[in-house]
């Protein structure tokens, strides 16, 4: 037996010695099935398999490096480099490339990313004076993403006239209209959006059978990780290449399907032995992640789903922890838990920052971790936030490269072409836009001949476009003999990008200069990297589409490395940490709201918590608030149904020592005396038992005892024999600081106290609730 095999357990060692025909992998989380691909890959290589004939699809760019690498350390670089592993969408982009011309597309075609696509839907219903409060663009959009999915073409739409009166019913009535705008608009300017890159494979694999044919006769071999999370576009195309040979292998998890909100379907999954015959079942069961305890835990939670593949997850690792439970009285105390565990695990276990991950539902809920994080001193990073290549001046540097290499791209000519500032206003780019549309072209080609042209523009606006003109076709010409980093800075240097960066001396421009030097750092990093492969040019088409295809998991930037996790359950899938903290688990919430309307909706939201509980190596933590602001008000919340579901012996229920209790921000003082009831009867007195003294414990200021004393004795106060310059103090909320001064008198007494953590705060000594520490 070859020695990689020797590392694979006899359930991991089935599936990869398994050569021909359908069968399907059944893999629990952390159970081991990335090893099995990458192992079975690196088999039928050793059996013959040309690598040419083998295709591996991923779910991201960053498991298809992981793989390749470690199928390149078994059988070598050179031939890792032939094989065809990627994201449906990159590879899928690759055929398209090559056959673009039979869909009347140009090769060089543009990937319009979601802000492109918004920025056009956007533009089309202004040009089509709609109401944007009822055609709100990114609804327009998700609207038209999920027509794609489901292989609902413009043509498709209109044909079915319960999808227009279902439009028409909720008062968008142009839907239809738009839709095909859209399409029409994309089409001319030499531009797919990400829907695009499955729904025109699908087109190209139906109306040109001799394509399919190469293509199934070239991929021999198909394998397709994580198989739950396809959608019904992703499914036919791997149906219609795989049909030839048969020779299909898919691996997944029906209990990490979470994508249904983006069309993800698990019926693929669990019907996969109906669409092949003789599927050959093989299941992974032992989890090599985490303890009995998480194991368990996450066993007795996805048990509760009706719909699933029979398995029954289990390790051989030790018992560990138990999952902690934790309640705060609000989202602020969640947080400041949070923080404090973290810091607390960071002590007792010698554990780095990198070590920790905090799951949530939502991005919302993220603001008062951060603020707590902060407060302590902890560096962390938000995924799903901003992309690097989101950034607006990234973006305008990127304008100007997919401009070069496909001049018909309208969104990106708009974008730049009065960026720098060159005189050429809103109106102008308007008359441009009409002027094209009315000679079927675009309106790049009217830009080449705008002298002689007779749209209303006055001559020197004419030169103004003439010359833009002119820079971007000298771009062109150098594109056919520099790489991709030396025609992006001379395009930076001659196009006055880099000037007019430089012109902002604030924190936020030298911050844009920054991002920018960065992005040509990551080009020049690109063009070195593609050196190594075979098939690859370097240059700018191959780096524009590296970069559109990108998930914000691929781009990490440098230190990341030494940060503590912050992103939602779905970003967190396919991940691990030692310790994972899963937030905000309270009706409404997790489960969302929106997610309990069937059962199906309920039984994704619960293997979403089976995805977050799985992440964990070593422990867990959940935790909740019994109020939390949303939507800008104080609500009350109560613990998620999630919870009473795990069984009690996994779990251990911690309570804090001190429950934060609301303060009045309000002295009695100002309402004056309570009247005398006027009810004739004596009200009964009693006597309160004498509070018992306790010398080393600070007296904890109230504005309840404050107002009291203030009554009696407006001069008296509290602290006034307690704190003074130079005493330590322990703030819930700001940490542990020293008292630099203190002034004022009675009620109006304040504090000036430096906080290691938070810095100088001034604070009310009625109102902050203090510890002296010494």
């Known amino acids: 037996?070859?020695?990689?095999?020797?590392?694979?357990?006899?359930?991991?060692?089935?599936?990869?010695?398994?050569?021909?025909?359908?069968?399907?992998?059944?893999?629990?989380?952390?159970?081991?099935?990335?090893?099995?691909?990458?192992?079975?890959?690196?088999?039928?290589?050793?059996?013959?398999?040309?690598?040419?004939?083998?295709?591996?699809?991923?779910?991201?760019?960053?498991?298809?490096?992981?793989?390749?690498s470690r199928i390149a350390s078994i059988v070598g670089d050179s031939e890792a480099k032939n094989l065809w592993m990627g994201t449906f969408h990159s590879v899928f982009a690759k055929i398209l490339r090559f056959e673009a011309d039979k869909l009347g597309y140009p090769s060089n075609f543009t990937i319009y990313d979601t802000q492109d696509s918004q920025r056009l839907i956007s533009g089309i219903i202004k040009e089509l004076n709609l109401d944007k409060d009822v055609y709100k663009y990114k609804q327009i959009h998700s609207r038209i993403s999920s027509y794609k999915n489901s292989l609902i073409t413009v043509r498709a739409y209109f044909q079915n006239p319960e999808l227009i009166e279902a439009d028409t019913m909720a008062k968008r009535p142009q839907l239809g209209a738009i839709y095909k705008e859209y399409v029409d608009r994309c089409f001319k300017a030499g531009a797919m959006d990400f829907d695009d890159l499955l729904l025109k494979t699908n087109e190209l694999l139906t109306r040109f059978p001799d394509v399919l044919a190469k293509y199934q006769n070239r991929f021999r071999y198909i394998l397709v990780d994580e198989y739950q999370d396809t959608n019904h576009s992703q499914y036919l195309i791997v149906r219609a290449l795989s049909d030839r040979f048969q020779n299909i292998c898919v691996v997944g998890d029906d209990a990490q399907s979470i994508y249904a909100f983006r069309g993800a379907n698990i019926n693929n999954i669990l019907n996969f032995q109906k669409d092949y015959d003789n599927v050959k079942i093989y299941r992974l069961e032992q989890n090599y992640r985490s303890t009995k305890n998480i194991v368990n835990a996450a066993n007795s939670i996805i048990d509760k789903n009706q719909t699933k593949l029979d398995k029954v997850v289990w390790t051989a690792n030790s018992e560990g922890n138990k999952i902690v439970v934790n309640r705060s009285l609000t989202d602020g105390d969640e947080g400041r838990y949070v923080a404090s565990s973290i810091f607390e695990n960071q002590m007792n276990n010698q554990a780095k920052n990198a070590d920790f991950a905090v799951l949530y539902r939502t991005n919302a809920q993220s603001r008062a971790i951060e603020d707590a994080l902060r407060k302590r001193g902890l560096p962390y990073r938000i995924y799903g936030g901003l992309s690097f290549y989101q950034r607006k001046e990234i973006k305008d540097v990127l304008a100007y490269l997919r401009l070069i290499i496909n001049p018909a791209d309208e969104e990106a000519l708009k974008r730049i072409i009065n960026f720098p500032g060159r005189g050429i206003g809103q109106t102008t780019v308007d008359r441009l836009i009409v002027a094209a549309n009315a000679a079927n072209t675009t309106i790049f080609e009217l830009l080449k001949h705008i002298q002689t042209s007779h749209i209303n523009l006055n001559s020197g606006i004419k030169t103004k476009l003439s010359n833009f003109c002119t820079m971007i076709e000298s771009f062109q010409v150098m594109n056919h003999g520099a790489n991709a980093f030396e025609l992006t800075e001379h395009v930076c240097r001659v196009s006055g990008l880099i000037r007019e960066f430089k012109k902002d001396g604030t924190p936020e421009g030298v911050t844009r200069m920054e991002n920018v030097e960065e992005l040509l750092n990551g080009i020049k990093d690109f063009v070195e990297g593609q050196r190594e492969l075979a098939d690859s040019t370097a240059d700018l088409a191959e780096f524009l589409e590296d970069v559109a295809l990108a998930t914000d998991l691929d781009n990490e930037q440098k230190g990341d490395e030494e940060k503590v996790a912050l992103m939602t359950i779905h970003l967190a899938k396919g991940l691990e940490f030692p310790y994972v903290y899963i937030v905000g688990l309270e009706e409404d919430l997790f489960p969302s709201a929106m997610s309990m309307n069937t059962r199906s909706e309920l039984e994704e939201e619960r293997r979403l918590f089976y995805v977050a509980v799985t992440r964990a190596e070593k422990q867990v933590y959940l935790t909740y608030a019994l109020s939390r602001y949303r939507w800008g008000k104080l609500i009350d919340a109560e613990p998620s149904r999630f919870i009473e579901e795990i069984d009690d012996d996994y779990l251990e229920i911690?309570?804090?020592?001190?429950?934060?209790?609301?303060?009045?921000?309000?002295?009695?003082?100002?309402?004056?005396?309570?009247?005398?009831?006027?009810?004739?009867?004596?009200?009964?007195?009693?006597?309160?038992?004498?509070?018992?003294?306790?010398?080393?414990?600070?007296?904890?200021?109230?504005?309840?005892?404050?107002?009291?004393?203030?009554?009696?004795?407006?001069?008296?106060?509290?602290?006034?024999s307690k704190l003074t310059v130079g005493n330590i103090v322990n703030h819930q909320r700001f940490g542990t600081g020293e008292v630099v001064k203190i002034e004022g008198k009675g009620a109006d007494l304040k504090a000036e106290i430096k906080f290691s953590n938070s810095g100088v705060k001034k604070l009310l000594l009625r109102f902050a609730k203090l510890e002296i520490v010494s």
């Open 1 to 68: 037996m070859k020695a990689y095999l020797e590392q694979l357990n006899d359930a991991q060692l089935a599936p990869t010695l398994q050569m021909d025909g359908p069968m399907i992998v059944i893999a629990g989380a952390g159970s081991g099935k990335t090893r099995v691909l990458t192992f079975r890959i690196a088999y039928l290589m050793s059996k013959g398999v040309d690598p040419f004939n083998i295709l591996a699809l991923t779910f991201t760019n960053k498991a298809a490096r992981e793989m390749k």
């Open 654 to 720: 911690t309570t804090p020592k001190e429950e934060r209790r609301f303060n009045p921000m309000l002295s009695a003082d100002i309402f004056g005396d309570v009247p005398q009831s006027k009810v004739r009867y004596k009200k009964p007195s009693f006597t309160k038992p004498k509070p018992k003294k306790k010398a080393e414990q600070p007296a904890r200021l109230t504005p309840k005892n404050l107002t009291k004393l203030s009554k009696t004795n407006p001069n008296t106060n509290l602290f006034d």
